[in-house]
């Protein structure tokens, strides 16, 4: 149903946005037709690569393909792990990496501007010399705010400060036809009519493309406190977490992993975790308003976490000792990268996580695989990573592939299995993408999938708009 780019389209293509913002050639092409997702069954090359400047090139583009029937891919920081952004249909990617101007950081309402091509890493920069704070921390600082928007991104500050959706107060958006919506504002409170913003937000740049974002700031906290706490029993670790609710006490952050994964990740990173003791980690990031308020919440959390057998806690309460775990933590997956062939983002509630991982664990040993887990423990977002290596004796060794890609079938759907029968969803914030859309329906009956079919018809009726991600 889709047309080709033809020497017309390319020159069109050209009076738009400018020979220097298009690419064609095949060498140059090729990093545009894969995202973060290990393996190479999903890339697909784009006929061409376009880099707008501003919205009104965005629309003028989009009305193009929309004549011409031919397919746009938006593309952001790709750094998403599910080929959200990868042009499975071929046509044209619309990288966003030129539209990167932070336009306005607003003081008085708290609120930033900013085109959708930013970088986390420049943005957080930005805020903070102006003297402000933006919570969500999804994790790799390349990736893009279009990319972070489309897939309402969230990190391991979700359990206190939310995701992505609760600080996009406004934005411009771009439709399949071309016309630009304005939607929302620097305002807090909004009922007036549908919040097709909020449809925007996670939809994966298959209703429009976000070409800029009103987000919400907040004051920077007054401290903040990285407490390390190693369990030998994972069970116990993840027990603490409620209780800590029950006194009244909200971290910015819960994360547990494995010991074995933060000793790789020293080796990787040549730095040192603070403790060598116990199977199992949380590491629990605090803020306060004073020193007094930071020690007794830590002194309650300590407290709570050697109840349930805790081997000891350790405080990197200096921005030097906070940095380097947070660095080590942040490091994991680039530590274990180069082995693994997907990471899940299953979500089930908190409480059912300990018995998640075990079943993960049953399925390590079933299959023979390794499944390195670790997540966030307060949200029960959990990170599964199906590998092609075995590590033993404290070494990675690489896999066949023979061997592991049946494995990792049998292993994918049996996690989600589980997460269904725990009241889970397959993401909690990587997306669906290509890679987990075969997958949708367990998990979302299909009345929901076709009222999200019919949302698609009526934003993008000729489906030009990222074909084939999320479900067919």
């Known amino acids: ?52 400047a501003k919205a009104e090139d965005v629309a003028a583009v989009l009305r193009l393909a929309s004549e011409r029937m031919v397919p746009v ?37 708290q609120m930033a501007v900013v085109e959708a091509g930013v970088r986390l890493m420049d943005f957080y920069k930005a805020v903070e010399e102006a003297g402000l704070f933006f919570p969500p921390h999804p994790g790799d600082e390349s990736a893009m705010v279009g990319g972070v928007i489309a897939t309402n991104a969230g990190g391991s500050r979700a359990v206190k400060y939310g995701v992505i ?61 990285s407490l390390i706490i190693p369990f030998d029993e994972l069970e116990n670790a993840i027990e603490s977490v409620p209780l800590m609710g029950r006194e009244k006490i909200l971290p910015m952050a819960v994360e547990f992993m494995p010991s074995d994964l933060i000793r790789i990740t020293e ?90 991982v075990k079943k993960v664990n049953e399925l390590s040993s079933k299959f023979d695989i390794w499944l390195p887990t670790f ?26 592939e023979a061997e592991w890609r049946e494995k990792a079938d049998h292993v994918r759907r049996e996690l989600y299995e589980d997460c269904k029968e725990r009241g889970g969803v397959i993401s909690g914030e990587h997306g669906i993408g290509l890679v987990k859309k075969p997958f949708l329906s367990m998990v979302i009956d299909e009345k929901q999938i076709e009222i999200m079919r019919g949302l698609k018809k009526v934003f993008d009726p000729q489906n030009i708009l990222n074909p084939g991600k999320i479900f067919e």
């Open 1 to 52: 149903m889709y047309k080709k780019i033809t020497q017309e389209i390319r020159k069109e293509l050209e009076e738009i946005v400018g020979k220097r913002n298009m690419i064609f050639e095949s060498d140059m092409i090729l990093d545009y037709g894969h995202d973060e997702f290990s393996l190479p069954d999903i890339a697909r090359e784009p006929e061409i690569v376009i880099k707008p």
């Open 165 to 225: 959706r609760n600080y996009v107060k406004g934005m411009e958006v771009v439709l399949a036809s071309g016309e630009i919506l304005t939607l929302g504002g620097k305002i807090m409170k909004n009922s007036t009519g549908y919040n097709l913003m909020n449809l925007i937000i996670g939809s994966e740049g298959t209703l429009g493309i976000v070409t800029k974002a009103i987000i919400h700031l907040l004051p920077q906290p007054f401290l903040t406190r």
């Open 73 to 109: 891919t938006p593309r952001g920081g790709a750094t998403g792990l599910c080929g959200g952004c990868v042009p499975s249909e071929g046509g044209i990617v619309l990288s966003l990496e030129n539209m990167n101007r932070i336009l306005e950081i607003d003081e008085a309402n």
């Open 267 to 356: 080796e990787y990173l040549k730095k040192k975790w603070p403790c060598t003791e116990g199977k199992t980690y949380l590491l629990i990031i605090l803020d306060a308003s004073s020193e007094e308020e930071m020690d007794k919440l830590s002194e309650k959390i300590a407290e709570i976490c050697m109840d349930k057998d805790a081997i000891d806690v350790y405080v990197a309460d200096t921005q030097k000792k906070q940095e380097e775990v947070l660095e080590i933590r942040s490091m994991i997956y680039e530590a274990i990268k180069n082995h693994t062939v997907e990471v899940l983002d299953i979500t089930v509630p908190r409480a059912e996580i300990p018995l998640h």
């Open 375 to 400: 997540g966030h423990a307060a949200d029960g977002n959990v990170h599964t990573h199906i590998m092609k290596a075995r590590f033993e004796n404290g070494l990675v060794q690489p896999v066949p």
